[in-house]
């Protein structure tokens, strides 16, 4: 089974700066698939970037970025410029492909991140 | 493009009730998961339906059933509700490119 682990409950940054937000995960498949989500107070859960096992270069969206090392199965994510509306509960989670239907995801328990002004 | 909705928004029941949640999926996805996500918890998947069949299942009992309707959309059941489901009740439907799209959940509160 795979777990994700999310060890930090609470960050906080200033406004402007950036913030990396950390994620381990274990599993035993070669071929997997890893995403973050954001879960503003409105509870709609987005998500904000994924990437696949495969792939070597880090996914990048905008301000967002991962540093993604397979070996050390860590996945963090690097929001650059911070801003008042990126204040949410962040959360890592894991999918494992399978044939058919799409897969389930497995999520960490998540950070709660605060943008100070 | 409406995107994933689910109703009711809020539902307050109490104990031993039954209890039925509906989601409709973004356009063009087939396939449906449903998650419960607990006060500050991450979500835990319940289950997942896909040509109107049950194929994964996550660790919940079988109070917990659904159904997935010829037009993909879904519901999930409740039966004999216990305190401890209270919980945000998140539907996500997805395509063949694997990724998730939320709804806005549904707040089940029992009392």
């Known amino acids: 089974a795979q777990t994700v682990t999310q060890s930090q409950p609470e960050m906080s940054v200033q406004e402007a700066e950036t913030v990396t937000l950390s994620c381990t995960y274990d599993t035993s498949e070669n071929n997997y698939y890893l995403f973050w989500y954001k879960q503003p107070p409105s509870r709609q859960m987005i998500l904000v970037i994924r990437q696949e096992a495969y792939k070597q270069q880090n996914a990048t969206e905008n301000r967002f970025s991962v540093n993604f090392q397979k070996a050390a199965k860590s996945f963090s994510l690097k929001i650059s410029d911070s801003q008042l509306g990126d204040t949410a509960m962040y959360f890592c989670?894991?999918?494992?492909?399978?044939?058919?239907?799409?897969?389930?995801?497995?999520f960490g328990k998540g950070i709660t991140l605060s943008v100070r002004p | 493009d409406a995107g994933v909705t689910q109703s009711p928004t809020h539902l307050i029941k109490t104990r031993g009730q039954q209890v039925t949640l509906r989601c409709s999926p973004k356009s063009g996805h087939d396939t449906v998961s449903w998650y419960q996500q607990a006060l500050g918890q991450g979500p835990q998947f319940i289950f997942q339906?896909?040509?109107?069949?049950?194929?994964q299942r996550g660790n919940f009992p079988d109070r917990f059933s659904g159904h997935q309707f010829p037009n993909y959309s879904s519901e999930l059941n409740v039966n004999a509700l216990l305190l401890g489901d209270s919980a945000l009740y998140l539907c996500a439907s997805s395509s063949r490119t694997g990724e998730q799209y939320f709804g806005p959940g549904t707040r089940l509160t029992v009392t």
């Open positions: 989670a894991f999918m494992k492909p399978n044939t058919g239907a799409n897969s389930k995801l497995t």
């Open positions: 339906y896909y040509e109107e069949e049950e194929r």
